[in-house]
């Protein structure tokens, strides 16, 4: 298993972007889809898109962090045990 | 006690309102160009103590972003990174002065419902247009780097997994940015006000110690996370000449 090599504080960074980018594409996709109902007069059949969207594009963008993190930080474990 | 999370509009400047969010972040900003202006004015080979720190807070600045990002793009990036890190620092720790906040500078305002007070200064984070702003500035910046770096190529980014995926996905860093920064600062005064109301000695000053210590790691990982962004977006360019390299190469 890979470790990551990072900081007290780019560990924080990561943690808490992890979850509030979640949380800020969601927000974003039922603000959208509220928008849309409201001009469309189609509720809730754009907040449901939206939130769904929302929550697809949050976990895509914590994916793409995490990846850019292991190809950054990680490296490999180091055990002797498992050399031998 | 009450406590206002929109910021209460003091007066309007050509037709524009100025909150006491705003009056800060222009205090904020007379105070970086004024200290950065004596500490740069007479550079010299063996620097004086304002140049000093200066030169202290650029290299361990650039020091952890090299291990965040590598030392060619945290030097390029540095400029805006920097300034982010040393702006929020500076609106963090001010806004834990006694002046600021639930302290004792009101202005009266006149309004349809009579009167009111308004603190006249607030931390400028506090205030979600600040942070959002700032969270939009890295944005576009980090747009601009993937545009630049790859040129029309960085549209088919936007591709796979799908065109709404992606722009909501790119508009979430910088809300989430903002929201975080806005949450843990707003937080802060409002803890601030009400320690101050229940226990008006030695107790607030706690938690003033512990806000100086939120007020930099917040500004440490706003900065850190646009330097990551950038990163990001400047790896289209190494994965662009890359290809130009390879294809290039069969010459040789």
């Excluded at chain 1, 889809?33 to 939130?51: K, Q």
């Excluded at chain 2, 540095?78 to 004792?104: D, H, M, Q």
């Excluded at chain 2, 088919?156 to 065109?163: D, H, N, R, S, Y």
């Amino acid at each position: 298993m890979r470790r990551l090599n990072l900081s007290t504080v780019q560990a924080l960074a990561v943690a808490s972007q992890l979850g509030f980018v979640l949380g800020a594409a969601v927000l974003l996709g039922i603000l959208g889809g509220a928008f849309l109902d409201t001009r469309l007069g189609t509720s809730p059949l754009f907040l449901v898109v939206g939130s769904i969207v929302g929550a697809v594009a949050g976990i895509y963008s914590a994916a793409q962090l995490a990846t850019y993190l292991l190809a950054r930080f990680g490296k490999k474990n180091e055990n002797p045990e498992q050399e031998q | 006690m009450e406590f206002h999370i929109a910021p209460p509009t003091l007066f309007s400047l050509f037709g524009l309102p100025v909150s006491n969010t705003i009056l800060t972040a222009w205090l904020v900003s007379v105070v970086l160009v004024v200290l950065t202006w004596l500490a740069t004015r007479n550079l010299t080979l063996v620097p004086g103590r304002l140049q000093s720190i200066a030169e202290l807070v650029v290299e361990q600045f650039l020091a952890i972003g090299v291990q965040t990002a590598d030392a060619r793009r945290a030097r390029r990036f540095l400029p805006l990174v920097a300034t982010l890190f040393l702006w929020i620092l500076t609106s963090n720790w001010l806004g834990v002065l006694p002046f600021f906040g639930e302290g004792e500078l009101f202005v009266t305002l006149h309004d349809g419902h009579g009167e009111t007070h308004a603190n006249l200064l607030r931390s400028a984070n506090s205030d979600l247009n600040v942070t959002l702003a700032m969270g939009l500035i890295t944005f576009f910046y980090f747009e601009y780097v993937g545009f630049r770096a790859a040129g029309l190529g960085y549209l088919k980014e936007f591709v796979w997994p799908g065109l709404l995926i992606e722009v909501v996905s790119h508009l979430a860093r910088p809300v989430a940015l903002a929201l975080r920064l806005f949450g843990n600062i707003l937080a802060g005064e409002i803890l601030l006000a009400v320690m101050a109301g229940l226990v008006p000695f030695l107790v607030p000053a706690l938690f003033m110690g512990f806000e100086l210590f939120v007020g930099i790691v917040q500004a440490l990982i706003f900065a850190l996370l646009s330097l990551a962004f950038l990163s990001m977006a400047s790896a289209h360019e190494a994965a662009h000449h890359g290809a130009e390299e390879s294809g290039g190469g069969s010459s040789h």
